[in-house]
């Protein structure tokens, strides 16, 4: 695979290294890649959604690929004094969902594709409410993906995450039960890298088209662990 790295090389990727130094420690991570996958500069990077933990997971594979991204984040990670210094100083981008900012995140992310860097975008906007640890085919993705695609004419890369959720999934007590037992029941995580795809057609058509590629990647992980699907 050609494993393009953002302009950000270089520089302390402080999420990067916070997810490549903690993921090892709480599960088994593997990673592959489509033959055509790659990383153009300037694209953006859609990944399913499952867990709390999922991010971490992803972004420790991208690391270990020589990929920073920019990271499209909920805002209040940006209120965590220390980490907001380091999210603002390397270009992530808060998302203030439900508030009259919500648009400002698409600007943001327009800005970053133009500069050549990668934007990693969760595009269903939310967690399933299952409580159950199984895997499941990704949730409907909301149209700023397919609207930001049009808008710059960047490449989607999809990606798909399986065994987050053996990670942390469910209630409170559950994923706090989750956390503390990872170390010690180490649980497999696997993040597959699909081709780009250029999305064509309406906003619609275009999220579609989106959807399908993120949820082949996200098969192709599951296969690779063997997870139980959620009926």
């Known amino acids: 695979m050609e494993g393009v790295t953002s302009p950000t090389s270089g520089r302390d990727d402080v999420l990067g290294n916070i997810a490549s130094a903690l993921v090892p420690a709480v599960g088994r991570l593997t990673v592959s890649t489509d033959p055509r996958a790659r990383f153009a500069p300037g694209s953006i990077v859609v990944a399913n959604h499952t867990s709390l933990a999922d991010p971490a997971v992803v972004l ?5 690929l020589g990929v920073e991204p920019v990271v499209a984040a909920t805002a209040g990670l940006w209120r965590v004094p220390w980490l907001g210094r380091a999210l ?23 800005e970053a594709l133009a500069a050549g860097r990668l934007v990693l975008i969760y595009a269903e906007g939310g967690l399933p409410l299952r409580k159950d640890a199984g895997e499941a085919p990704p949730g409907p993705f909301r149209s700023g993906i397919a609207r ?7 490449p989607v890369v999809p990606i798909g995450q399986a065994g987050a959720r053996r990670l942390v999934s469910g209630g409170t007590a559950k994923q706090l039960a989750g956390l503390v037992t990872a170390p010690l029941r180490r649980p497999g995580l696997h993040v597959h890298v699909g081709a780009p795809v250029l ?33």
């Open 60 to 64: 420790a594979a991208l690391h270990r």
């Open 88 to 110: 603002a100083a390397e270009g992530h981008i808060p998302v203030h969902r439900g508030t009259a900012h919500a648009a400002d995140a698409l600007d943001l992310a327009a």
């Open 148 to 154: 930001l695609a049009r808008r710059t004419g960047a």
């Open 199 to 231: 999305l064509s057609g309406d906003g619609p058509a275009g999220t579609a088209q989106a959807h399908s590629a993120v949820t082949a990647a996200w098969r192709a992980a599951v296969t690779s662990l063997g997870e139980p699907v959620a009926a």
